[in-house]
């Protein structure tokens, strides 16, 4: 067999071919050419490819019936894009007009033959400081083993029409930060708090020009970034890892500039500068007592009908409520109503809250785009983080007192296919029940330096309120662990619904409490949930004979599911137990109120005096009762479960050095008298002057 390829074949060839074809050999004979491209971003026929003074060339070489598919030899020529009359080759027309006159095979201009590179980095060609505004052309030819060349002079194909522009070309820069976001284009600036983390990182690219980044350098405070001896710079110029992204920063106050300097192989650079405005913690001295925030969006519907049918659902009722705060004898010393209260419509930010010794936030979970605005600036969006300015505040700015059935769920993102309870410590992620994913755990996030962390521990619940789960009495929107239909049907809130708060004895022992500052136990308001009181009354009193709307209120750190994860509490030094958590409130349930009623009453088999296993289980669902004093179907498995309760998380560095508090119920739906004495209790643990 012999394979002839030649651009002219010649009469030995032609010979050898006809003898074989006389013979009846097999002949299999080729007359493919190598062919190859100049490889430059862009290029278009339109006309010459503007390129900075520095650039390198790649190309690429083909040979389809060669090993590997790649020819054997390359050479290039390179020279200034001039007619003979001396005029610039500036268009195609003219290219196609003068190209013959000043290319051609037999230049002395070509580079020699070389070996054609298997490696595609080495397929390069590096031209320094050409002249600005000149026109240049760059050829590239390939040949095969048998010799056979390619064709050189295909414009913007082989060819390379190349206009050479000084100061036009700037590397391309994306500066970005974890939680500020990025810019690409501009300097940025910034308001943020004071001990915010700072988590900087970039990208740069040469690509639209062919060229390539040969430095990364980055500063805080860099006065002139053009002097290599700045002190402002933190570490030297490269394109190490240490180069890509800024080590974590944070500064108490002051107004600082980060700058991010960018080189390219033309030595031309982009400077890139985000500014920083921190707000500054404000000293006890000069603070006010105490700023309200309502964040619960009152859509004004009936479900918490009075008797009388009055909506007592309503910010109206609601907000009137909560006046006590300002309203002489029991309120706050210095509170002015006007001033210091922000409704959910309001926009807050950090510099109003450290004006404040404490916050008192009253909240309830709502995605809608008019919904919690404070709130919007925390939750995650499509699993990408925020980040929570209330977390540097309540470390060193003032207190944090939390209130409202799903009030911590307002920090989460709005899913349907949350399993609960939500366990923030955890690699788990999902579970897959008949067919349906559902989120278990809150997966992982890349830090700038290319660290994968888990989200769960970084997230507000976990590292500012310092909780390990979360769970509801019996939403409507979420699904236990492991079961395939909504919680609602699992845990029908008739029976797990939280119906009174009980002090926790040993939190009394801890903070003498004294008699009559917080009641022992606290019941829901009779005028707000009213039809218990009047079944009671009218001796009709049942598990499914009356509405119990409450079924948001959110208790943490217990699992009364079949999964397995274990709940690890978070520990703190130098807090009651070593524990993060200290609880104030454990809830009861309506069925165990019920059952302790009925007792009462003496009857002491309820509520197998009322119903059957059969009714019990169906009626409150199957994940909705536990036993009690070894009795089966006896008790509401959310009965006993830290719904308040102190966090010391954050004590180390609060002027006060008191907890915080979170409340996962709204404690206006509670016996109004009673619970207002326990909202003051609080006011007064934090510091505050109480109107006497």
Not at 426 to 434: A, I
Request: hydrophobic letters at 40%; glycine letters at 8%.
């Amino acid at each position: 067999m012999m394979n002839c390829k030649k651009i002219t074949p010649s009469i030995t060839c032609l010979i050898v071919v006809l003898v074989l074809f006389a013979t009846g050999s097999v002949v299999e004979a080729s007359s493919l050419v190598p062919e190859g491209r100049v490889l430059l971003p862009n290029l278009s026929l339109q006309g010459a490819k503007l390129l900075p003074p520095t650039f390198t060339v790649r190309y690429e070489g083909m040979d389809p019936d060669a090993p590997g598919g790649m020819p054997a030899r390359v050479r290039f020529l390179y020279k200034v894009a001039e007619a003979l009359d001396g005029s610039a080759i500036r268009t195609p027309s003219e290219y196609e007009m003068h190209h013959a006159e000043i290319l051609s095979l037999e230049d002395p201009m070509w580079s020699e033959w070389m070996d054609y590179p298997s490696d595609p980095a080495q397929r390069a060609v590096t031209f320094p400081d050409q002249e600005n505004d000149q026109y240049y052309l760059f050829s590239v030819q390939f040949l095969d083993q048998d010799g056979a060349a390619s064709d050189p002079w295909g414009y913007q194909t082989s060819t390379a029409h190349i206009r050479v522009l000084a100061d036009f070309f700037r590397p391309e820069v994306i500066l970005a930060e974890v939680f500020l976001g990025h810019t690409g284009s501009s300097a940025s600036s910034s308001e943020i708090a004071g001990g915010q983390p700072l988590n900087f990182s970039w990208v740069a690219s040469a690509d639209a020009y062919g060229g390539q980044i040969v430095s990364y350098r980055h500063g805080w405070d860099v006065l002139d970034a053009d002097d290599p001896n700045d002190p402002g710079w933190v570490v030297p110029p490269g394109v190490g890892s240490q180069n890509r992204y800024a080590e974590e920063r944070a500064f108490p106050e002051g107004i600082h500039l980060f700058t991010v300097r960018v080189v390219d192989d033309a030595n031309q650079v982009r400077v890139m500068t985000w500014s920083l405005r921190v707000v500054p913690f404000v000293s006890p001295e000069f603070q006010l007592p105490l700023l309200v925030l309502d964040q619960v969006v009152d859509a004004r519907v009936n479900n918490w009908p009075s008797q009388s049918g009055e909506p007592l659902n309503d910010e109206s009722y609601r907000n009137a409520w909560w006046h006590f705060l300002a309203d002489g004898a029991g309120g706050v010393a210095g509170l002015n109503w006007e001033r210091d209260w922000y409704n959910h419509t309001d926009e807050v930010k950090y510099s109003d809250l450290v004006k404040y010794k404490a916050v008192l936030c009253y909240a309830q979970f709502n995605d809608g785009a008019s919904g919690q605005r404070m709130f919007q600036q925390f939750r995650p969006v499509n699993d990408i983080d925020k980040y929570v300015w209330l977390a540097p505040y309540q470390q060193q700015g003032g207190n944090f007192f939390l209130a409202g059935g799903s009030s911590m769920e307002s920090f989460l993102e709005g899913k349907p296919n949350y399993m609960t309870p939500m366990i923030f410590d955890t690699q788990e992620t999902s579970l897959v029940v008949n067919g349906i994913e559902y989120e278990v755990g809150f997966g992982t996030t890349e830090m700038p330096n290319g660290v994968e962390v888990q989200r769960g521990p970084r997230m507000y619940p976990y590292a500012t309120a310092g909780i390990a789960a979360l769970d509801w009495t019996s939403p409507n929107t979420k699904t236990i662990y492991g079961r395939d239909q909504a919680a609602r049907f699992d845990r029908v809130v008739d029976c797990v619904g939280l119906k009174g708060l009980v002090l926790d004895q040993a939190f009394k022992s801890n903070h003498l409490v004294g008699p009559g500052a917080v009641a022992d136990t606290i019941w829901t308001d009779p005028n707000i949930d009213w039809q218990d009181v009047v079944n009671a009354a009218a001796d009709t009193l049942g598990l499914f004979n009356a509405s119990f709307p409450f079924r948001n209120d959110e208790f943490v750190n217990k699992n009364i599911t079949t999964r397995s994860t274990v709940i690890v509490p978070q520990e703190c030094a130098d807090a009651p137990g070593d524990m993060c958590v200290e609880p104030m409130f454990t809830g009861v349930a309506r069925f165990d109120y019920m059952r302790e009623y009925y007792r009462d009453q003496g009857d002491a088999d309820w509520p197998f005096s009322q119903y059957v296993p059969y009714d019990l289980e169906h009626g409150c669902g199957p994940m909705a009762l536990a036993s009690y004093e070894g009795v089966e179907l006896s008790s509401a498995r959310t009965n006993g479960a830290t719904f308040g309760y102190l966090s010391y998380k954050n004590v180390a560095n609060k002027p006060s050095g008191k907890a915080d508090v979170y409340w996962g119920f709204d404690p206006y739906r509670f016996d109004h008298s009673e619970a207002q004495k326990a909202v003051t209790w609080v006011l007064e643990y934090f510091g505050l002057q109480i109107n006497q």
